[in-house]
Nanobody, 132 residues
């Protein structure tokens, strides 16, 4: 059973930085798609960034140039480095994952999963609060 546990959230002032982590266990995928999503109160969940096992990435326009998604395969941990945080970044942040134990997950499939939010596994979330 795959488990995803996020950490690293907290309260910062606008302009500050945070690094979110998502530790994955029970994860034996040879090829994967992983992503960060966020949901603010009263708003729909939105994709923030995604990465595949080849290291290809995609970002929401609102975070381009400020956030960086990465994965440490040795530690089986997904990261989201967030800089120049803004009050509009206030949200609960979730990591999501899907993969295959054999064969490849093509980038086009990862993009589809990211666009539609269709992942088999989700973390419990970590809160990010940015004050102005």
């Amino acid at each position: 059973q795959v488990q995803l546990v996020e950490s690293g959230g907290g309260s910062v002032q606008a302009g500050g930085s945070l690094r979110l982590s998502c530790a994955a266990s029970g994860y034996t995928y040879s090829s994967y798609c992983m992503a960060w999503f966020r949901q603010a109160p009263g708003k729909e969940r939105e994709g923030v960034a995604a990465i595949n096992s080849d290291g290809r990435t995609i970002y929401a326009d609102s975070v381009k140039g400020r956030f960086t998604i990465s994965k440490d395969n040795a530690k089986n941990t997904l990261y989201l480095q967030m800089k120049s945080l803004k009050p509009e970044d206030n949200a609960m942040y979730y990591c999501a994952a899907d993969g295959r134990s054999a064969g490849l997950m093509p980038w086009v499939l990862c993009l589809k999963k990211y666009t539609e939010g269709e992942y088999n596994y989700w973390g419990q979330g970590t809160q990010v609060t940015v004050s102005s």
